[in-house]
């Protein structure tokens, strides 16, 4: 599917020869951000949520989460997920699964501070207005407080989403054939670093901005004018 | 859990540990200086009067930041392999690029977050425009933006770890290298993550106590990078 | 109709950590009465009235709206809300919500009507308070008057049994003030318990049955408004009122 969409013949001789086994590599790309996205942002609003009420002994927790996987790069992120737990705990697992278990345990904790920050950015004014109508806090919540937090907090959830999506290449380290690791195996046995990497650079180039693209014009749609 | 925990081979190789903490300072402070000039010169341009000028500093910006950080490294250390650059400058290089685009952008919205009537002020009292930025519009800006920019600087020391896969001895590389010799995988990487953990919440502690930063007017944070 | 008077407040008392913020203040408002609450800022005003629908905690003392208890543990608050209207100084309308939807969600939600009949209702509402046309738009798009008449007909969708006013024109530009007065005023006219902080002078004396006057967070001054406004008792009652009519 994704053939027909490129002008093949444009395509740099390298490129055009190793195109499936690329393009292979671009569909593990899309799935690890489009895994990570999905679980990241709910695990984040789990975590957002629960240290925004000071939900007793969840909240610390929540807290002490965040703290460390701010603090600790992806990389090594990927290899505590990949090698450090298994080991600990006694299973195996592929480096693709423990990717995507990296990839949404390491966004989730930058989404679960933009949800907490957009909760507390929403007025209290409206929260007691809420009440003063006989809505229940839960109802408050649900329909007064969150809807305004998601919607003014789109703008820096795209760019973890981006940034997301360009650190799915860190995968490749672990062995992990996305695009990033897909062109260095064609690297090795073509050795046409300069039109691969460019080619590589482009592509991820494409896909952010359009990603940032969707959140930018999300944002228009969506945002509260106060 | 079935797991014989053994720190002691850690702790042998402590000096590998600490020549890999050392490089990735190192590592981190190099690219940290450039980054600064190179993202404050590009933030003003995209901040300034000139159309021209902003579209420039917005494709430098768009495109160094939505390429991958590890493709930076090896297009540097792989693509252009005929420069003969040693490993730590291709990482150096890498990371200046990628981040410069983050500060840039930092700088650009901290400048546009102090008021017109500002600088309008400050040429008013006779100050020529590089006057007015230097004394009345920057410092305003640099407290403004301060706490991103410190989170982006602690966003670097982490993403200095990907140098380890151009062969930078730094703390990632040299804890694949002890737990290839030991086999120690959870100590090992528990270890490093520990260290990156300081090293993170020393830059921030560090950049909390700049005087004239911590009592800076909360006018909020501007989108974390 | 009972006898018995709608809203009973029995020497409440509140403080922020040592601040003491309401001292002993006892009030009382029958039903169909309109009770206008003055004073200078930072005496208490606010606090007092938000303590009738319990969005303010206090420490002592009791409040009794239509016999319940406010502050008891067993009170259903949600419910005792439903039943009292509240307007806001600053509005408080939901921005990410068009007018009509302000006025239904409460409705829905709280009192669990139907759609079709929330909606019907919160049309006649809005008409009534003059914005028929505006139900489409969003909060932004109007201006602060207009505004405030959807948080009046957001707190009339519920049916309540009073209403509670917190300086409802404070935020209002000068030519904006009576549209919202006006509607207070008809509202007076239909027999509404309404206790109202303001001061709007003009309106305390065309509109109030009483005039209550704070200071320090006691109650200074409960008198019929005429005999408020014909001879204050008290010297800062005096000092408050030449004040607010001098300007």
């Known amino acids: ?226 | 859990m079935h797991y014989q925990f053994d720190w002691s081979q850690v702790w042998q190789h402590r000096d590998l540990i600490f020549d890999g903490l050392l490089v990735t300072v190192a590592l981190s402070v190099a690219s940290l200086v450039p980054t600064l000039i190179i993202g404050m010169l590009i933030g003003t341009l995209g901040a300034s009067g000139s159309r021209a000028a902003r579209t420039a500093a917005g494709l430098y910006v768009e495109g160094m930041r939505n390429v991958p950080l590890l493709i930076h490294m090896y297009v540097w250390y792989m693509a252009l392999a005929f420069l003969r650059l040693p490993p730590f400058a291709c990482a150096v290089l890498g990371l200046t690029l990628y981040s410069s685009a983050y500060v840039a952008e930092l700088v650009r919205s901290g400048i546009g977050a102090v008021p017109r009537g500002q600088a309008r002020a400050a040429a008013a009292s006779g100050l020529r425009p590089w006057q007015a930025l230097l004394l009345v519009v920057y410092p305003q800006a640099l407290r403004i933006i301060a706490p991103s920019l410190a989170s982006l600087a602690s966003q670097l020391i982490k993403d200095s770890s990907l140098a380890s896969v151009i062969a930078v001895a730094e703390l990632s590389y040299q804890a694949g290298a002890i737990e290839g010799q030991t086999f120690r995988t959870f100590e090992v990487y528990i270890t490093i993550a520990v260290l990156y953990l300081a090293l993170v919440l020393l830059v921030s502690f560090a950049i909390d106590r700049i005087p004239g930063l911590r009592d800076a007017p909360s006018v909020g944070r501007i989108a974390d990078a | 109709m009972s006898e018995t008077p709608l809203i009973v407040l029995d020497r409440v008392c509140k403080q922020y950590g040592t601040t003491p913020v309401l001292r002993d203040c006892s009030l009382t408002v029958a039903r169909g009465e309109i009770v206008v609450v003055c004073g200078p800022s930072g005496s208490g005003k606010s606090t007092l009235i938000k303590c009738i629908n319990g969005l303010e905690p206090y420490q002592s003392g009791s409040v009794r709206f239509d016999g319940e208890e406010v502050g008891a543990r067993t009170t259903d608050l949600p419910r005792l809300r439903s039943r009292i209207g509240m307007v806001f100084q600053s509005f408080e309308l939901y921005p990410h919500m068009t007018a009509l939807r302000n006025v239904m969600l409460a409705q829905v939600h709280a009192l669990k009507r139907p759609r079709a009949e929330a909606r019907a209702r919160s049309l006649d509402l809005l008409a009534r308070v003059g914005l028929a046309d505006r139900a489409e738009a969003y909060p932004a798009d109007l201006s602060g008057g207009q505004q405030q008449r959807v948080a009046i007909a957001r707190a009339l969708a519920l049916d309540p049994i009073a209403m509670l006013f917190d300086e409802p024109t404070s935020a209002l530009d000068p030519e904006m003030i009576n549209e919202v007065l006006d509607v207070m005023t008809g509202l007076a006219r239909d027999g509404m318990t309404m206790v109202v902080v303001t001061h709007e002078m003009g309106f305390a004396r065309k509109v109030a049955n009483r005039v209550v006057f704070m200071d320090e967070g006691r109650i200074v001054e409960d008198r019929p408004s005429e005999a408020f406004f014909g001879a204050p008792v008290t010297e800062r009652a005096r000092v408050f009122l030449s004040k607010i009519i001098a300007h």
């Not at chain 1, 460390?68 to 705990?89: E, H, S």
Request: glycine share 8%.
């Open chain 1, 1 to 226: 599917m994704l053939e027909a969409l490129l002008p093949e013949a444009l395509l740099p001789e390298v490129i055009r020869q190793n195109l499936p086994f690329l393009l292979a590599g671009l569909a593990m790309t899309v799935r690890l951000a489009a895994i990570g996205i999905v679980g990241g942002t709910l695990l984040g609003l789990l975590v957002g949520v629960i240290r925004y009420a000071r939900v007793p002994v969840l909240s610390p927790l929540a807290a002490l989460y965040v703290e460390i996987v701010r603090g600790t790069p992806l990389l090594v992120v990927l290899f505590i997920c990949y090698f450090a737990i298994p080991a600990l705990l006694g299973y195996r697992t592929s480096a693709v699964n423990a990717a995507a278990l990296g990839f949404v345990l390491f966004i989730a904790a930058y989404l679960a501070e933009d949800v907490r920050s957009g909760l507390r950015s929403v007025p209290p004014g409206l929260a007691r207005a809420g009440l003063a109508t006989g809505l229940s806090t839960v109802q408050v919540f649900r329909l007064i407080v969150l809807p305004q937090a998601l919607r003014r907090i789109i703008p820096p959830v795209f760019s973890q989403y981006v940034r997301l999506f360009k650190f799915t290449s860190v995968a490749s380290v672990i062995g992990v054939r996305e695009l990033t690791g897909s062109a260095l195996l064609v690297n090795a046995r073509e050795f046409q670093p300069v039109v691969i990497l460019a080619t590589v650079a482009l592509t991820y180039l494409v896909l952010c901005s359009t990603l940032s693209l969707v959140g930018r014009l999300l944002y228009a749609r969506l945002s509260v004018r106060t």
